[in-house]
């Protein structure tokens, strides 16, 4: 039989704290090949509990730490105390965190502090690593089959659906932007002047059976100076949204947020509001020649 124990020391050495985690046992008269070592179970327990202490006395040191006064430097008396629950990578952990009064030097201040640093260091409530693996499962694999892999190897208690994989994909995925759009690479490669978006749209004859007897299809070019031209093409009923296809194009040409777009169209109002809710700024809408022309031909038959 084996028992695993969680020690916690101080910065002298010193143990402060000792908990059981788990124990094991095999029996060793009939041993058989599912004894030999851990099971996927038992680990997945022993991480979680794991996770669970480490947490809990995180927050109990971190609390420690800040329960004294900036100003004078005695300890705050406790008004209460309330719990928050985080997602983790080895398991949903529910923390105890206390709330402090604040010091009777700081008057003219509410009479308790409610701000949690816990709140500050993870705003989504779920830890920067879970975030990782969800998005490389989700970026390798169907969000199905990437939330079916990750409860079956980790302790996730089945916190992890296709949903949530999802979104956590396109939360990262924002936040790759946001910094490769301020990187000095991308910064040093971005090109003046404005990109010219040419947009047009026609309607198809649809297959039968499907929802409707028609549909729309949206294609577009985007050139830029110093750049070889792009193309993209979008419909309804597809799991990429339009304004993202078109947002990806805006970035191969080095677009970044603050540069000029120019759309060409034929003058309906929906393509140019297209590009500009996937640049998430205006844009210059001009009637390109051709169209120009055509709405000039029939009154010059006319005459």
């Known amino acids: 039989m084996w028992t695993v124990r969680l020690e916690a020391t101080d910065a002298e050495g010193r143990v402060v704290e000792m908990s059981e985690i788990a124990s094991i046992s095999r029996d060793l008269k009939k041993p058989t090949g599912a004894d030999f070592g851990l099971k996927l179970s038992e680990g997945k327990a022993v991480l979680e509990r794991l996770q669970t202490r480490i947490t809990q006395r995180q927050v109990d040191d971190a609390s420690a730490m800040s329960r004294c006064c900036m100003g004078c430097g005695s ?20 923390v105890r965190l206390p709330r402090f ?12 502090n409610i701000r949690c640093a816990l709140d500050h260091l993870l705003p989504g409530r779920t830890t920067p690593e879970l975030d ?46 946001v910094r490769d759009n301020k990187a000095p690479y991308r910064m040093s490669r971005a090109t003046k002047g404005p990109v010219s978006v040419f947009i047009d749209g026609t309607y198809v004859r649809a297959v039968p059976g499907f929802q409707t007897r028609h549909f729309e299809v949206v294609m577009g070019r985007l050139e830029a100076s110093g750049r070889r031209p792009s193309h993209f093409a979008t419909m309804p009923n597809v799991k990429t949204a339009r304004h993202q296809t078109i947002r990806a194009c805006l970035r191969t040409q080095g ?17 140019a509001d297209a590009v500009r809710h996937a640049a998430n700024s205006d844009a210059v809408h001009i009637l390109d020649w051709f169209h120009v022309s055509m709405r000039v031909q029939h009154p010059r038959q006319c005459c």
């Open 101 to 112: 009064r604040c010091c009777e030097c700081q008057s003219g201040r509410p009479r308790f």
């Open 255 to 271: 677009w970044l947020p603050g540069r000029e777009i120019v759309v060409f169209s034929d003058g309906d109002p929906s393509l």
């Open 132 to 177: 990782n693996v969800l998005a490389e499962l989700g970026a390798r694999h169907s969000f199905r089959e990437a939330a079916r892999i990750l409860n079956l190897f980790l302790p996730t208690s089945g916190m992890s659906n296709h949903t949530a994989i999802r979104s956590r994909l396109g939360k990262v995925a924002d936040q790759i932007e």
């Open 75 to 94: 300890r705050r008396p406790i008004h209460d105390y309330q719990t928050r629950t985080t997602q983790t990578l080895f398991g949903k952990t529910v």
